[in-house]
């Protein structure tokens, strides 16, 4: 099915801003639970779109698409009735008489361009929030996932009307012409270097936005805590979705003490979730492949950047292109001057770093951009504190890995480099809210009249002691 003229969509989805904008709880609701109907009916449709763009095992598109999805629905309509209600804020001595609110209204005309790395659970996340706050949406998904895109597209279809939210699909050259039109609101998720490219289209158009982006989320490994554990969770995150996620572990920092335990362990660890039969890890079903072609070639080129500069293969480094094949693997003696450890990496590579001194760890990750997640595992209290104090990033989960993405009570996204703005739960029903600001004034008490021209001693007076309480 071709795509519909999209200026016209465009504005066949601004006629409908009022209706939605005053549509109840309730409305918006039953509209979530539609949603969470249809991806219960046809479960087994999306865990088959999914593989066959990623080859993502059923139980794997279970965990990372389809249930954070379900919860996140489940999280809005529980929730909702009193999001949308206004909050009253606190009245300052100054405006006694006064009753200050916030109301969130609709950001309006909402479009939504979704990567291929999650293709089901990125493209329907903001949906949800968007939704929510009572947006019209044009979702734009990846063309890289086509199977997932489609059966997107279908979904939509016989869920929403056109006016309230339809899916466009094609290539760079359809998100170059949606970005012409005058949205209200872009949310995107892809990778740093498009993200500018986004932050320039919101700013010709004034429209705004939320970037989750990405980086090179680092691990601190702290002395005393176990290596298996931490081998076992990093490992976890790194190589799902054949380390295709964007708060996957990026490079692990460890003491030179435990350096070539925590090597065995990951070596352990790799074999006993990829390999436990014996009949390797590019036989297994459990393990995803690359997405295309052009992907798995710059992940060869950034390990052969990082070979001929030093690094050596502890373990991995076995692929193949016509199958999409990419082990996990391993690289030690990386540095800065390599490719691998200037970019994020996003394939199932994960250099490990030795530190001596906390420290010297915490300087390695603020001499990068700041990430879009951290993960630091250690049974100090000091140590959580000064990480805490010495570095930023996106978010930062102590002692795992990933999980954090899941948690519908925090807010998910980056800071400078790794994004801009927040979603999940109330977060993303914000993201896609107006804060509006209501004063209401009342006719029985008004202090600021007191100080109204012309300016006697008396409203001196009344401004010395409002500068006194201030």
Not at 278 to 306: E, F, M, P, V, W
Request: hydrophobic share 40%; with cysteine; glycine share 6%.
């Amino acid at each position: 099915m071709e795509n519909p003229n999209l200026d016209a969509l465009f504005q066949l989805q601004k006629k409908s801003l009022p209706r939605l904008k005053n549509s109840s709880p309730k409305e918006r609701k039953e509209k979530l639970l539609a949603l969470k109907t249809w991806i219960l009916v046809h479960k087994e449709e999306i865990r088959f779109a999914v593989h066959s763009d990623l080859s993502k095992p059923a139980t794997e598109v279970d965990i990372s698409e389809i249930s954070i999805v379900l919860h996140e629905i489940s999280h809005a309509v529980k929730h909702l009735s009193r999001w949308m209600k206004p909050k009253k804020v606190n009245t300052p001595i100054q405006f006694i008489g006064t009753k200050g609110f916030i109301h969130y209204e609709p950001m309006g005309n909402s479009l939504i361009i979704s990567p291929w790395n999650y293709p089901f659970n990125l493209s329907i996340g903001p949906l949800i929030s968007a939704i929510a706050a009572g947006c019209a949406v044009i979702l734009k998904p990846s063309e890289f996932s086509p199977s997932t895109s489609t059966l997107i597209k279908k979904m939509v279809a016989e869920l929403f009307s056109m006016e309230e939210v339809a899916v466009v699909e094609g290539d760079k050259s359809v998100v170059q012409e949606l970005l012409t039109l005058p949205f209200d609101k872009l949310f995107f998720t892809g990778s740093p270097k498009t993200g500018k490219l986004m932050m320039e289209a919101a700013a010709k158009h004034h429209f705004d936005i939320t970037l989750e982006l990405g980086g090179k989320s680092p691990v601190l490994l702290d002395r005393g805590y176990s290596l298996k554990d931490a081998a076992e969770k990093i490992a976890w995150a790194k190589w799902l979705n054949c380390g295709q996620t964007c708060i996957a572990p990026d490079y692990v920092l460890v003491n030179d003490l435990d350096y070539e335990s925590i090597l065995d362990h990951l070596a352990e660890t790799v074999k006993k979730m990829y390999d436990h039969k014996d009949k390797g890890i590019n036989k297994s079903a459990d393990y995803a492949r690359i997405i295309n072609k052009q992907h798995h070639l710059r992940l060869q080129h950034l390990i052969s950047d990082a070979l001929s500069k030093g690094a050596k293969c502890f373990m991995g480094e076995v692929h193949d292109l016509e199958t999409l094949y990419f082990s996990p693997t391993v690289l030690t003696q990386t540095n800065e001057n390599m490719e691998i450890m200037k970019e994020e990496i996003f394939g199932p590579i994960l250099p490990v770093l030795k530190y001596t001194l906390l420290e010297e760890a915490v300087s390695i990750i603020g001499k990068l951009p700041k990430p879009l997640a951290m993960y630091v595992f250690t049974e100090e209290s000091f140590v959580k504190d000064y990480v805490l104090s010495n570095t930023s990033s996106g978010g930062v989960c102590f002692n795992d890995c990933a999980v954090q993405f899941g948690h519908s009570s925090l807010p998910f996204g980056g800071v400078n480099q790794s994004g801009l703005g927040k979603s999940h739960g109330f977060f993303g029903f914000k993201a896609f809210s107006n804060e509006r600001a209501v004063l209401h004034q009342g006719t029985s008490i008004n202090l600021l009249k007191s100080v109204y021209p012309p300016y006697t001693f008396k409203s001196k007076k009344i401004t010395d002691f409002f500068l006194r309480w201030v």
